[in-house]
C-alpha cells in the first residue's frame, strides 16, 4: 500500500500548476472547472500571480485545492489502481476526501474558497499570530501554551510544533521557547491564529456550508487531522472539517498510523515539499516523491 499525501496553505507560489495544464488534458480539466464555478480565473491566479493576490487565505485555499486536484488526476490517470491511505494537511484534507471520492471537486473548491473568506473574517476579528517552534518536545511546549494563554496548533513531527495565540502572547510564547533551549522559534507570516479558539465563528459560519453539500463514503480510508484516525461515516467527516478549522492539526500521529499499517512509501500532491520534509523527520526510513511539475511524473 501506499501513502497519498495532500498539500496545505502556506505552499504555493506562482506559476504552479502551469506545466501541468499543458501537458495534461485531466490537469487542463480541473483548472478549467475550478475557473468555471468560482466564476474567476484562478488558474491565471497560479501560474501569473501577483503574489499578493495568491496568498491571501480566500484565493490560495481554492488555488492549492486546484492545483493538487490536477496533479492527482494526471496521476490517477497514469495509475488507475489505488491501493492506501490518504490524508492532507489541514486544507489538504479537502483535496485527500476529493481524491477518496468522498467530495466532488465542485463542492469542494466553492467550499475552501468560502473557508478563506470565513478565516480571513475570524482573523480580522479576533487578532492573533503563530509561531513554529522548532527543537522542544512537545510537554515543554504544552508548558509554555500553559503559562501564555496560547494553544497548540499544529503537531507537525518530532520537535516541531506550531501554536497560535494574541500577538503579545505569541512574543512571549516566543520568549519563553528560546530561553527553554528551542532550537529556533519562527512567528509565521500569516493572517491569523489558525487552529485555535480564535477560528470558532469561522468553523460555524462553515458547518452551514457544509451542511448544503452531499458527503459519501470514502472509497479508500482517509486519515482525519483532527482525530488521527480514519474515517470513513459522512456525518464524522461532515464534523471533522468543522472541528478541524479551530482544532489542532495531528500530523505526526496521522503520519504514524499510516506507517502502523506497513506502510513505508508515500506520494505528496501538491505545491511544495513540505509533507516529504516532515516525513523524513517522523520516520527517516520513509520512502517518498512529490508531485508538482510534469517531470516529477517520470518517478
Known amino acids: 500500500m501506499v501513502g497519498y499525501l ?39 491566479l497560479c501560474f501569473n500571480g501577483p503574489k499578493e493576490e495568491l496568498t491571501k487565505t480566500n484565493n490560495c485555499q481554492p488555488a492549492i485545492v486546484a492545483m493538487t486536484i490536477a496533479c492527482w488526476q494526471a496521476y490517477q490517470a497514469k495509475n488507475p489502481q489505488i491501493d492506501g ?22 463542492d469542494a473548491i466553492s467550499l475552501v474558497r468560502r473557508r478563506g473568506e470565513f478565516m480571513e473574517e475570524a482573523a480580522a476579528k479576533y487578532p492573533g499570530k503563530m509561531l513554529s517552534v522548532i527543537g522542544l518536545d512537545l510537554a515543554h511546549v504544552k508548558a509554555i501554551c500553559l503559562e501564555t494563554k496560547t494553544e497548540v496548533a499544529n503537531i507537525n513531527c518530532p520537535g516541531q510544533t506550531v501554536i497560535s495565540g494574541t500577538a503579545s502572547a505569541i512574543e512571549k510564547a516566543k520568549v519563553l521557547a528560546e530561553a527553554k533551549g528551542a ?13 485555535s479558539s480564535f477560528m470558532r465563528e469561522a468553523g460555524l459560519k462553515l458547518a452551514k456550508e457544509l451542511g448544503k ?25 461532515r464534523q471533522n472539517l468543522i472541528n478541524q478549522v479551530s482544532g489542532s492539526v495531528l500530523w505526526e500521529d496521522s503520519i504514524r498510523l499510516m506507517l502502523s499499517k506497513q506502510i513505508s512509501s508515500f506520494i505528496e500532491f501538491g505545491p511544495g515539499k513540505v509533507l516529504r520534509g516532515l516525513l523524513r523527520r517522523i520516520d527517516s526510513t520513509a520512502q517518498a516523491i512529490n508531485l508538482e511539475k510534469e517531470a516529477d511524473f517520470s518517478k
Open 183 to 195: 532550537k529556533m522559534a519562527v512567528i509565521l507570516e500569516v493572517s491569523g491564529a489558525f487552529h
Open 213 to 237: 453539500i452531499k458527503i459519501t463514503a470514502p472509497k479508500f480510508p482517509v486519515v482525519s487531522n483532527v482525530t488521527a484516525k480514519a474515517v470513513s461515516d459522512p456525518e464524522e467527516i
Open 6 to 44: 495532500f498539500a496545505g496553505q502556506g505552499s504555493q507560489y506562482v506559476g504552479m500548476g502551469r506545466d501541468l495544464y499543458a501537458a495534461f488534458p485531466e490537469s487542463k480539466a480541473i483548472f478549467d472547472k475550478a475557473d468555471q464555478v468560482l466564476g474567476f480565473s484562478i488558474s491565471s
Open 85 to 106: 491511505y490518504m490524508a492532507g494537511l489541514s486544507l489538504g484534507e479537502y483535496s485527500a476526501f476529493v481524491a477518496a471520492g468522498a467530495l466532488n471537486f465542485e
